[in-house]
């Protein structure tokens, strides 16, 4: 048993080379438009969003409006969002209809194998990760602290944006996403 575990490492080690903490360079990647095509991700055209959702989660679904205002306020400063669906019991007509449904002002991508997901260690809906536009990881969690908005306490996704978009230190680099489990596709990490 002990002799195969540095095999499974080193099998596994390309997919977690991203999935590192706060200050880690990341690495382009991609994900799917809803057409199938191929959208790449290239992190150092700028400070870049990248949020899982899902369509069939409740918690996530608390966030729909809260996603598109935060898209509308901040891609008309220079930032990139990329807006994904890593679950693999979702399927692309699914995600197309759940945004026109609720109205989603910004673009959606399918992860379907989870990749995306897997570099940077989501495991959440909805879960969000701010990279700068040097590629390095500057915040990881929710998008704020209360599923009801009346009840939010610290919005650590636009504290964090600002801060970067400012130049300065992000206080509170990560915080505790909550919501569903992303639906990984068998054999995904």
């Known amino acids: 048993m002990r002799r195969g575990l540095p095999l499974v490492l080193l099998v596994f080690a390309p997919l ?3 999935a590192g903490g706060i200050g880690t360079k990341l690495t382009d990647f991609a994900l799917t438009d809803l057409d199938g095509n191929t959208a790449a991700v290239v992190l150092s ?3 870049t969003v990248v ?3 899902s369509t069939r989660c409740p918690v996530s679904n608390d966030y729909n409006e809260r996603m598109n205002r935060v898209y509308a306020d901040y891609s008309a400063r220079g930032v990139r969002f990329f807006f994904a669906d890593a679950n693999a019991n979702e399927p692309a007509e699914e995600v197309r209809a759940h945004a ?3 109205g989603f002002s910004f673009p959606v991508f399918r992860d379907a194998t989870s990749a995306a997901a897997d570099r940077l260690g989501a495991g959440l809906t909805p879960e969000t990760f701010v ?3 040097s590629g390095v990881l500057r915040y990881r969690g929710s998008i704020d602290d209360s599923r009801n908005p009346a009840r939010v306490l610290n919005s650590g996704l636009r504290s964090a944006l600002d801060a970067v978009l400012s130049g300065e230190k992000v206080e509170r680099t990560e915080t505790k996403a909550f919501g569903c489990t992303i ?3 068998k054999g995904a990490l």
Do not use: E, H, P
Request: charged share 30%; proline share 0%.
């Open 16 to 18: 977690l080379a991203d």
């Open 45 to 47: 055209s700028g400070i």
């Open 51 to 53: 949020t899982f959702f």
């Open 131 to 133: 990279i700068d536009a």
């Open 183 to 185: 639906k990984r596709a």
């Open 100 to 102: 026109k449904q609720a």
